[in-house]
């Protein structure tokens, strides 16, 4: 369970994103889940297997064509570079999950805009 406390330093709220993005680990190549919460420092990620707290991870975004409403039909893709700080296993009795915090360390210019534009698409 996140402390009240650790609530209350964060700088920029989560935004809940409902499957609209699924990730793919770039080292592996493989689809590792789906981003259950976003800012502009962070996600949370929803998945399978467990991430390893204390690592770095390059990730690949995919953000679902009707997700950005000015995205004219198009997928888009976000390259960035995270910091898990934290991994746990989600309450679900029906399959196995994790969820995993993790901090954004790496993202080029045009890539961080179309995270300010998924996030003004889903808060709205």
């Known amino acids: 369970m996140v402390s009240q406390d650790f609530v209350s330093r964060r700088k920029h709220p989560r935004h809940n994103l409902r ?13 590792i889940g ?9 996600l ?5 297997e467990p991430l390893h707290a204390d690592r770095i991870y390059q990730l ?5 064509e009707n997700v950005i409403a000015d995205s004219d039909g198009r997928t888009h ?3 960035l570079g995270v910091d898990c700080l934290w ?20 993202i080029s210019e045009a890539d961080f805009e179309l995270i300010k ?3 003004s698409s889903v808060s709205k």
Do not use: F
């Open 19 to 31: 499957d609209a993005v699924r990730v793919i680990d770039k080292a592996s190549g493989e689809s």
């Open 34 to 42: 789906s981003v259950a919460n976003l800012s502009l420092e962070g």
């Open 44 to 48: 949370m990620l929803v998945h399978s």
């Open 60 to 64: 690949c975004l995919t953000i679902a």
């Open 77 to 79: 893709e976000v390259q």
């Open 87 to 106: 991994s746990s296993p989600a309450q679900s009795a029906s399959a196995s999950a994790y969820w995993s915090g993790c901090q954004i360390i790496d």
């Open 117 to 119: 534009k998924l996030i």
